[in-house]
């Protein structure tokens, strides 16, 4: 089992940023996914970023590509998303899930790659 907290939400003006974390207890992650998704009300949960066998492998969404980083502290059993740039059009809850089947490792962008997930953090970008 794995137990995931997401943090770091709050309201920003556009063009600045923002760095969330998702701390996972239970167990290690240094053989799972990690993925950030963010959903609105109305829509879908949609990936925007994984990280993979204690960062490995990163991916993103590509309307985050280029402004959204990704990273993991292994020791501390954290996960990061650093958010620069945002838009008004980020505004969302991000979740943090956790992938613990082999399927996760080939398609992190996949909400069924998901066993587990955080309660959320809400990130506002306002114009």
């Known amino acids: 089992q794995v137990q995931l907290v997401e943090s770091g939400g709050g309201l920003v003006q556009a063009g600045n940023s923002l760095r969330l974390s998702c701390a996972a207890s239970g167990r290690s992650f240094n053989s799972a996914t990690m993925g950030w998704f963010r959903q609105t009300p109305g829509k879908e949960r949609e990936f925007v970023a994984g990280?993979?066998?204690?960062?490995?492998?990163?991916l993103y969404a590509d309307s985050v590509k280029g402004r959204f980083t990704v990273s993991s502290d292994n020791a501390k059993n954290t996960v990061y998303l650093q958010m620069n740039y945002l838009r008004p059009e980020d505004t969302a809850v991000y979740y943090c899930g956790v992938g613990l089947r082999s399927d996760s490792y080939a398609y992190p962008f996949s909400l069924a790659s998901y066993d587990s997930w955080g309660k959320g953090t809400l990130v506002i970008v306002s114009s």
């Open positions: 990280i993979t066998r204690g960062g490995r492998r990163t």
